[in-house]
């Protein structure tokens, strides 16, 4: 609680020195990359809203966000939440470092990443504002917040851990769909400025790069485990954070071990130049991958290596997704033949489109888990 009671003090300075002059000298701080790490806002923004979260009239109304009661109390709720400033402040920010990837390093699989559940749970508590401010006639503003969940979700991402990834990807669809749902409601110079704000948004990490970061962080931490397999608290560490199988890799002795791992790193090496390869030619080479990793004598290649085609789905799918939203906006405020210049990167050529009554659903040729990937936007008013 005494930590509690001062970060709202420290909060207070951040913001008031945000929105303050800068002399030279807080102009030279600024400058500093310390003094524009959105992480750091983030975590001030975390500390506000797990109050919130513990409480249970609040925290269920920010898990249904869209199916909420916009009640006088979630009214309050909203209006009054340190955090959704914060969370503006962070967003506003390019660079996101929140440190993890260099403790994948010393903790490996049992590296905790609390911040992963404070941000959907952040994303979620700005979309029921946004909804609030779309009940009100304020789409403006339902966009700034809508704008910075986006932004959120890239900067989880920019983390470089393939879960961390992943969270992004789904913090970025939840805001995907929330458009989607809102859409008739949203104003057209509504709808340009989110397109434009999204132009700019940090970019989706490549899948790439987030394998690269499992790979060099996993491998070095497995090497540093190997090393100190005397001390019975690493030897500990090391048998707990590989689960039940931790014990019998103990007993196996170090250089057996070091052999072992070496041959995993050169499992990553083989695996990552792939998720730079087109859906087709990646299940083809991946399932090769896979076969030698099923016929591997190593099981840390079995233990440890992730499920390919997943990942790869869920990336694919939001970066098509994506374009979909692009192509609806572009439909809505350009016409016909600006929707059809955007091209599904799965077919041969435009978006399917089917309009109804009260919704237009855009659809890929992409399946994920034989669903075709689509969104469906309300066109008509309620």
Excluded at 143 to 158: C, I, K, N, P, S
Excluded at 272 to 281: A, T, V
């Amino acid at each position: 609680m005494f930590l509690h009671r001062n970060v709202v003090m420290i909060v207070a300075c951040v913001l008031s020195c945000v929105a303050a002059p800068l002399s030279a000298q807080d102009e030279k701080a600024e400058a500093h990359p310390l003094a524009q790490n959105a992480a750091l806002m983030y975590w001030l923004a975390f500390d506000q809203l797990d109050v919130t979260m513990a409480d249970e009239r609040f925290s269920g109304t920010i898990g249904s966000y869209e199916q909420a009661d916009l009640s006088p109390q979630t009214v309050n709720l909203v209006q009054k939440h340190l955090s959704l400033d914060l969370l503006h402040e962070g967003a506003a920010m390019e660079r996101c470092d929140w440190g993890t990837s260099l403790l994948l390093r010393k903790h490996g699989p049992g590296l905790l990443l609390p911040h992963i559940s404070k941000s959907r749970n952040l994303a979620r508590l700005a979309l029921l504002r946004a909804r609030w401010h779309m009940a009100e006639g304020r789409g403006d503003k339902a966009v700034d917040d809508l704008v910075a969940v986006y932004r959120l979700g890239r900067h989880t991402e920019q983390e470089g851990i393939l879960i961390s990834m992943l969270v992004g990807h789904a913090i970025n669809g939840i805001a995907k769909q929330f458009v989607a749902t809102h859409f008739a409601e949203l104003g057209d110079d509504d709808l340009k400025r989110l397109r434009e704000a999204l132009g700019k948004a940090p970019a989706h990490t490549p899948m790439k790069v987030a394998m690269n970061a499992e790979r060099e962080g996993m491998v070095e931490w497995l090497k540093v485990m190997v090393e100190d397999l005397a001390d019975p608290n690493k030897a500990g560490q090391f048998a707990e954070a590989l689960g039940p199988q931790g014990a019998a890799f103990r007993a196996m002795g170090k250089e057996a071990l070091l052999g072992m791992i070496k041959d995993l790193d050169k499992h990553y090496v083989e695996l990552i130049p792939m998720f730079e390869l087109r859906r087709d030619e990646f299940k083809k080479a991946t399932g090769e991958w896979e076969e030698r990793v099923l016929k591997s004598a190593n099981p840390l290649v079995k233990l440890l290596m992730p499920a390919l085609a997943a990942v790869y789905d869920v990336n694919e799918r939001t970066r098509t997704q994506d374009l979909i939203l692009q192509a609806a906006i572009a439909l809505r405020l350009e016409g016909q033949a600006k929707f059809e210049a955007i091209k599904d990167p799965y077919g041969d050529g435009p978006f399917e489109l089917e309009k109804g009554d009260e919704a237009m659903t855009i659809k890929s040729k992409l399946e994920v888990r034989k669903e075709a990937v689509m969104l469906k936007f309300v066109t008509k008013k309620k």
